[in-house]
Structure formats: C-alpha cells, structure tokens
Nanobody, 125 residues
Framework: QVQLVESGGGLVQAGGSLRLSCVASVRTFSSYGMGWFRQAPGKERDIVAAISMSGGRTYYADSVKGRFTISRDNAKNMVYLQMNSLKPEDTAIYYC??????????????????WGRGTQVTVSS
C-alpha cells in the first residue's frame, strides 16, 4: 500500500512559480516510477511529468516542456514538480501518482494505481 500526499498548490499570477511536493508513505519508494497529473474542470486527467525510480529519466507533456521540472529525493520519499512561467491554462488540480509496481516512465493514467488527493493550482491572468 502506498499513500501519497501533495502540497504546495495555491494562487499565483501568470508568469509566477510554484513548487509542488509529494510525500510517499512506502518503504520501497526508490523502486517506483512516479508521475504528476493534472485535471481541469470538465477535462480529462492528463500527464504533466514522470520520473523513473532513480531519477535518471524524465518525461514531460509538450505543454510544460521548458517550464516545469520533475525531481525526486529517494532518501526523503519525496517527488517534486517545479513550475515556472505559469500560465492561466495551467490551472488545475495536480495529482501525484505511483504505479502498482515498476520503476520506469509511465505516461497514461491507467499505468498508475496509487493517487494522492490532489492540490489546487490557480493561475490568474
């Protein structure tokens, strides 16, 4: 069983930055690939970024490339999402996710089994 808790969301003006954090309550955190997803009202849940278990490989949605950075600290059971140059279209609930098993890169929601409750990010224009 993996429990995930996100934090760091909030209200920010366009062009600003936020750093999201996710803490995982599992002994073998370093064996899981991790992902960040987001869901805006009336839209599907989409991948934002993913990171392999070692942190050596990453994946980004085209819409956030060059602006967002995913990272992890296996010693602290943490995964982060640094978001810069935020745009109003980045407004959504952001979720941290882990697969049932596997340390690779996974870009679809169906690949993930464990989900946090989400943190709201609102970007004003």
């Amino acid at each position: 069983q993996v429990q995930l808790v996100e934090s760091g969301g909030g209200l920010v003006q366009a062009g600003g930055s936020l750093r999201l954090s996710c803490v995982a309550s599992v002994r073998t955190f370093s064996s899981y690939g991790m992902g960040w997803f987001r869901q805006a009202p009336g839209k599907e849940r989409d991948i934002v970024a993913a990171i392999s278990m070692s942190g050596g490989r990453t994946y980004y949605a085209d819409s956030v490339k060059g602006r967002f950075t995913i990272s992890r600290d296996n010693a602290k059971n943490m995964v982060y999402l640094q978001m810069n140059s935020l745009k109003p279209e980045d407004t959504a609930i952001y979720y941290c996710a882990a697969p049932s098993i596997g340390g690779g890169i996974y870009s679809t929601p169906r690949s993930y089994h464990y989900w946090g409750r989400g943190t709201q990010v609102t970007v004003s224009s």
